[in-house]
T-cell receptor, first 112, second 112 residues
Framework: KAGVTQTPRYLIKTRGQQVTLSCSPI?????VSWYQQTPGQGLQFLFE???????NKGNFPGRFSGRQFSNSRSEMNVSTLELGDSALYLC???????????FGPGTRLLVL | QKEVEQNSGPLSVPEGAIASLNCTYS??????FFWYRQYSGKSPELIMF????GDKEDGRFTAQLNKASQYVSLLIRDSQPSDSATYLC????????????FGGGTRVLVKP
């Protein structure tokens, strides 16, 4: 069974640009959560999607948005990038019935 | 505010010894508790989760939960150099959704 796939793995952008990150969960998993990890703030929850609906949202500005498609693949978008958005963005794939969350390899974003 | 606290370490233990990691959390409404291991430059991988008071063992790992005292711990027996990593404690609150709140992590160094 394939694991969680995130693309791209690395990204360099400049301030003011926008970026879209993609996550394909494990086959059969319908819930996807996104997290941001930085050295200063640690791992912070961004949002969760289940069956194409946002179920939970963390304390991030509106520049951070996401969506989920009918095949459970999810994208997150960050508009008007700031230097502080440089981080590792992690996607977690969650089975419908279960406690475990499986993280993808992450997308490392550098904003210059 | 819901918080999860961990000692940042580093926790240095000799090979073969027991590493003991602690995590405290701020709210009594918590539901499930998770331990993740994260190697430098990699994404978190689940070690185990626990939701009932008491001990839960999985191989060399034992998670201990005390809801009255609001702490969860992880014991690593027979520590190996390959256990050197950052260990993240995460808490899930509420019945809806899968949002995890993470502690800052404890860095463990196992010395041969």
């Amino acid at each position: 069974k394939a694991g969680v796939t995130q693309t791209p793995r690395y990204l360099i952008k400049t301030r003011g640009q926008q970026v879209t990150l993609s996550c394909s969960p494990i086959s059969g998993h319908r819930s996807v959560s996104w997290y941001q990890q930085t050295p200063g703030q640690g791992l912070q929850f961004l949002f969760e999607y289940f069956s194409e609906t946002q179920r939970n949202k963390g304390n991030f500005p509106g520049r951070f948005s996401g969506r989920q498609f009918s095949n459970s693949r999810s994208e997150m978008n960050v508009s008007t990038l700031e230097l502080g958005d440089s981080a590792l963005y992690l996607c977690a794939s969650i089975p419908t019935a279960g406690e475990t969350q499986y993280f993808g390899p992450g997308t490392r974003l550098l904003v210059l | 505010q819901k918080e999860v606290e961990q000692n940042s370490g580093p926790l240095s233990v000799p090979e073969g010894a027991i590493a003991s990691l602690n995590c405290t959390y701020s709210d009594r409404g918590s539901q499930s508790f998770f331990w993740y291991r994260q190697y430098s430059g990699k994404s978190p991988e689940l070690i185990m989760f626990i939701y009932s008071n008491g001990d839960k063992e999985d191989g060399r790992f034992t998670a201990q939960l005390n809801k009255a005292s609001q702490y969860v711990s992880l014991l690593i027996r027979d520590s190996q150099p390959s256990d050197s990593a950052t260990y993240l404690c995460a808490v899930k609150w509420g019945a809806a959704g899968n949002k995890l709140t993470f502690g800052g992590g404890t860095r463990v160094l196992v010395k041969p």
